[in-house]
């Protein structure tokens, strides 16, 4: 079982998705704030990460954002437990990684891919060893599982670099998946020629 105080959480920030990803998203906050599971995020205000931070703050739950200045100065904000202002996205995604004792991505865009691909990829370098989640709501997530299926078959990525990953339409049930997942520490470097990719 994992100690599991603070979760990472990257997801899309659009407003003009379906209504049942916010419905997710709600059903989420509410675990995350009833199973006293903090939120760490990017800090906004919009779409499924507003949506979110209202539904744990609502719920007596903490929600800790994280966010770059540039995006600070140009958008309204929610009164979070704690926000942290950082001057660049690098900065603002090494302190989401560190934060968190797991990660899950919600459904979103360009920018949930970017985060949800970098912390698996630092998986694979040994970076880290925590469990990977996706809210995988409208089953929204088979694209990006079939291309990982696809580079497995094909030869570029490992299986055993698909253990920290775990994907799971219902919200409670992902939460608990993650918690009693333990997630074994890659060696990369370590593993025989031959059978290294
Ligand atoms: P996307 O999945 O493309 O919607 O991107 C989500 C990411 O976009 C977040 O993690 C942030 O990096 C960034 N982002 C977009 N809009 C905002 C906002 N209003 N406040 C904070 N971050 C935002």
Redesign the pocket.
Known sequence: MNELKRLTV?????EAVDRLYFDAVEELGKVLAEMKIEVIY??????L?GKLARTVLDHGGRVTGI?PRK?YDN?THIELTELIIVETMHERKAKMYESGDGFIALP?????LE?LTEIFTWYQLEYHNKPIGLLNTKNYYAPFNNMLEHMVSEGFLHKRYMEPLLSEENPRSLIERIKDHSVPLMNKWKQDIGDRI
């Open positions: 990257f997801c899309g920030s659009s990017g800090g906004g205000n919009v779409g990460m966010i995006i958008v979103g865009g360009i920018g949930t985060e």
